[in-house]
RNA sequence: GGGGGUGUAGCUCAGUUGGUUAGAGCGAUCGCCUGUCACGCGAUAGGUCGAGGGUUCGAGUCCCUUCACUCCCGCCA
């Protein structure tokens, strides 16, 4: 028999009436009723209630004793009085009276106490996770996490993947984020950098004939921490496969993600694979996002043209459509009635947004024909209001905004308009997950700071063009295999087709000023790797924690995260990071420069 | 790197236009209480008002600097 306990708190029921047993668990909280007390005992299943009277040397003991100290106890099942019966709790038909006590741990007086469910400061919580991980709230979060890590895990190998564990100690990769760097001892001067993901392992393990891989891969990036960013650390549920098309990849991901979210749905519906496919141009059309929110009933439309004929006399947009701004229009339903005030607020915020405001029109039917009011209604004529309805769905009693920008500007702040109405007028169904493929991404950018072209994403995605034609192209206008997963406006998840070619590889690196000899040198393994008969591979790697936060319905990581950094990427419970001692330094052969 | 928010008792918060000794609830301690499950009742202790500087006869309150936590922009192939 186990020395602690015969049951666990949430275990025991009416049928173990008077039998002895023995709990082991924290004070939750403590009901003293002078010569009766009350102690519901708490552990990782759940609460039990236990009994003690006075005139025993239990109950003076307990009396004094702090809640969240630990304690053994051994006692009596009883069966609780009709009126004495707690319905809330799962062992409330039963009450344990105690028989023996043994203290296993005492607990100061608390900085922030476990019972009840109150909200704290940050650095507290953080300061001591440990208690805070006993609330009730946090507890089952991470033990949600847990429980969908392990439902992944069993899915994929039941899908024939097999889990690799890849380096930690690696190269630093020239692309991408921040990487953290780890000093050698043994090659003074160079350094090691912790993975920003296992890209480059996983297209090897591919190479080598694995045929299909899975991690649940740490991924570090030394990159500012956001409410759904950590930084420091994250993981993501890292896949390959060879011989695969994207249709391929989707097709085996889609049955994994809806049958995770149905299983931790909390009752929640989810949007039926096969998921909605939109390219990434048409995305940024119709939601102004790359990760857009399908919850959200509202599509954005180009009304340029509109804007630029006769029929509306809107001189200001008129010259900045000139001067290249394109007009987007984001139709909402039936907010005749909103006050003056709603109207000019979301302008204000516009204005806020880096935009030049937000204009407005309401349509109102007045005997056969429509009206546009506002402070811009005058200015269109009927065609053009009946051309606005039919392109933008709209009708009697709604309103059409517009932004008229650089079609940059104009595609961001559309799509941060289209949401921030959404959430105002509380548009957005939350019991839904609507997920949604976003393919066809570009395969450079311009980056305006540089005055130069850039990967968009990852370098190493397949280009959507024959080798033949690459040159005959603009660059900015090449589409790459590359695809992510959104669900409810987050991305949960990237992923391509690689280019498992060299030839090709070279190419593409040449349009953002790589060298064949730099290429080479800088993803020596990579290009080694495919020139030595690479199968034609792809995978994704989806976000755990986001996932995780969707599930939860939280909106920070450090909700679902065990031992989260701050902010400035401090861990306040273990001090973490420390000075290194001169010991240390003189074997790394580092020196700290003084500021 | 930049912008915003918060910081008053162990915890949650109040604190008026700058004005006497900075308050409440929870928690803690002590006492009373035999059926509670947010038990109840009474008393007591508990404060560098985040820190430093300034203005003022006088600062929790106004100004400057700074620290911590946080949200956002940049950044995140």
């Known amino acids: ?93 039963i009450e344990i009276h105690i028989n023996d006590l043994e203290i296993l741990s005492e607990s100061k007086e608390l900085p922030l106490p476990v019972f009840g469910e109150p909200e704290y400061p940050e650095d507290i919580r953080l300061k001591y996770r440990f208690l805070d991980l006993r609330r009730e709230k946090m507890h089952q979060n991470i033990s949600l996490r847990s429980k969908v890590i392990s439902f992944i895990r069993n899915k994929m190998i039941e899908l024939g993947f097999m889990e690799f564990q890849t380096p930690i100690l690696t190269a630093s990769s020239p692309e991408g984020a921040r990487d953290f760097l780890v000093p050698s001892r043994l090659n003074p001067g160079k350094f090691f950098a912790l993975p920003q993901a296992p890209q480059q392992f996983k297209q090897m393990i591919m190479v080598a004939g694995f045929d299909k891989y899975f991690q649940i891969a740490p991924c570090f990036r030394d990159e500012d921490g956001r409410a759904d960013r950590s930084p420091g650390e994250h993981y993501q549920l890292d896949l390959e496969m060879s011989f695969v098309e994207q249709d391929d990849v989707f097709s085996t991901v889609e049955p994994i993600f809806f049958d995770l979210f149905t299983k931790f749905n909390k009752g929640k519906k989810i949007s039926k694979a096969p998921f909605k496919r939109i390219t990434f141009k048409e995305s940024m059309l ?96 009927e065609k053009a209001l009946n051309e606005l309805m039919k392109k933008c769905n709209i009708t009697d009693g709604d309103s059409l905004f517009f932004i008229c920008d650089k079609q940059k500007i104009a595609e961001k702040i559309s799509g941060l308009s289209r949401e921030k109405i959404a959430r105002e007028l509380k548009l957005i169904d939350e019991n839904v997950f609507e997920f949604c493929w976003i393919t066809d991404f570009p395969l450079y950018r311009y980056d305006e700071d540089l005055k130069k072209i850039d990967f968009s994403h990852n370098p190493f995605s397949m280009p959507n063009i ?77 976000g755990i924690d986001r996932i995780v936060m969707l599930l939860a319905n939280e909106e920070n990581i450090r909700e679902i995260t065990l031992f989260p950094l701050t902010q400035n990427a401090q861990d306040l419970l273990m001090g973490a990071p420390l000075d290194a001692s001169d010991e240390q330094l003189k074997d790394l052969n580092l020196k700290i420069l003084k500021k």
């Open 466 to 542: 024959k080798y033949e034609d690459f040159d005959k192209v603009d660059p900015l206008n090449i589409l790459a295999k590359q695809y992510d997963l959104v669900c409810n406006g987050v991305e949960i998840s990237s992923g391509a087709i690689r280019n498992h070619i060299p030839k090709l590889m070279y190419k593409v690196f040449s349009k953002v000023g790589y060298s064949k000899k730099n290429v080479d040198k800088k993803f020596s393994g990579m290009i080694k790797a495919l020139s030595y008969g690479a199968p034609p591979h792809g995978g994704m790697a989806p």
């Open 286 to 381: 119709k939601y102004g996002s790359d990760k857009p929110d399908l919850r959200i009933p509202i599509q954005i439309s180009d009304v340029t043209d509109i804007f630029k004929s006769s029929e509306v006399k809107l001189e200001i947009f008129k010259k900045q459509i000139k001067k290249n701004s394109i007009v987007r229009a984001i139709p909402v339903k039936n907010v005749k009635d909103k006050s003056r005030s709603f109207f000019d607020n979301l302008n204000e915020w516009a204005k806020s947004e880096g935009a030049d405001g937000l204009a407005y029109i309401s349509l109102v039917k007045s005997k056969e024909s429509f009206k546009a009011l506002g402070p811009i209604g005058k200015y269109f004529s």
């Open 1 to 93: 028999m186990n020395k602690y306990r015969s049951h666990n708190c949430s275990e025991l029921r009416l049928k173990d009436e008077n039998n002895t047993v023995k709990l082991s668990g924290w004070v939750h909280r403590k009901r003293d009723h002078g010569n009766l007390l009350f102690i519901d005992l708490r552990d990782h299943y759940g609460l039990t209630q236990c009994v003690v009277q006075s005139g025993t040397e239990h109950f003076k003991i307990l009396e004094k004793l702090k809640p969240e100290s630990v304690i053994l106890i051994i006692g009596k099942v009883l069966k609780r009085s009709k009126e004495t019966i707690n319905r809330n709790l799962s062992t409330g038909e």
